[in-house]
């Protein structure tokens, strides 16, 4: 059984800096494509950061690049995402996605993609 679990989301002020962690099991996690999407109230999924095998790919929303970092461990099977200068439009249930598809340079969910709980961040001004 594959098991995704996020933590270090809360609260936090506008233009401050959070570090979102997942840890993954149950599934080969060197050999996957793994990524971060986000849901904000009345407003669809959408993919936030992606990062494929020995991160030789990785890309961003627009609306996240120069601010957000994703990265991976291989060695202890986590996902991360550092996010800097945090806007009110960050304000989302985060999720860890784990073996996600990805065409035309965009990642999207798949048939076996596993997701986690989430984790909730909220930007106050």
């Known amino acids: 059984t594959v098991q995704v679990v996020e933590s270090g989301g809360g609260l936090v002020q506008a233009g401050a800096s959070l570090r979102l962690s997942c840890k993954i099991s149950?599934?080969?996690?060197?050999?996957?494509?793994m990524a971060w999407f986000r849901e904000a109230p009345g407003k669809e999924r959408e993919g936030v950061a992606c990062?494929?095998?020995?991160?030789?790919?990785?890309s961003y929303t627009d609306s996240v690049k120069g601010r957000f970092t994703i990265s991976r461990d291989d060695a202890k099977e986590m996902l991360y995402l550092q996010m800097i200068s945090v806007k009110l439009e960050d304000t989302a249930m985060y999720y860890c996605?784990?073996?996600?598809?990805?065409?035309?340079?965009?990642?999207?969910?798949?048939?076996?993609?596993?997701w986690g709980q989430g984790t909730q961040v909220t930007v106050s001004s």
């Open positions: 996605a784990a073996d996600v598809g990805e065409s035309d340079g965009r990642c999207h969910p798949r048939t076996t993609t596993n």
């Open positions: 149950g599934l080969s996690f060197v050999g996957h494509r």
């Open positions: 990062i494929g095998v020995h991160s030789l790919f990785i």
